[in-house]
């Protein structure tokens, strides 16, 4: 089952925030979102906007590009399983 786009986001969002080794309050200051926003979208709890992931993703220096690529991936499945079907 794939994952939902929105958890995929928050993967991504969450992962690239411990990569740099930053707290979610740093992250949350700098994208101007409350760090309970920040803990929902990055649980995939929150469906957040356009201009909320803009805004997070800049914060991490991840373009959206970059961002949607790593979410794509995450959700795709495994070129090996789409030659099975």
Same mark, same amino acid.
């Given at each position: 089952? !794939? %994952?939902?786009? =929105?958890?995929? +986001?928050?993967? +991504?969002?969450?992962?690239? =925030?411990?990569?740099?080794? &930053? ?16 803990? &929902?979208? &990055? =649980?995939?709890?929150?469906? %957040?906007?356009? !201009?909320?992931i803009a805004? +997070?993703?800049?914060?991490? !220096? ?8 790593? +979410?794509? &991936?995450?959700?795709? %499945? %495994? ?7």
């Amino acid at each position: 089952m !794939e %994952p939902l786009w =929105r958890v995929a +986001v928050g993967d +991504v969002l969450r992962t690239a =925030r411990h990569d740099r080794g &930053e707290r979610l309050a740093d992250t949350a200051r700098r994208s101007g979102v409350s760090p309970q926003y920040l803990s &929902e979208m &990055e =649980r995939g709890l929150k469906d %957040p906007s356009s !201009e909320m992931i803009a805004a +997070v993703a800049g914060a991490l !220096e991840l373009t959206l590009g970059d961002l949607t690529r790593s +979410v794509t &991936e995450r959700v795709s %499945p %495994p070129a090996a399983m789409l030659r099975a079907v």
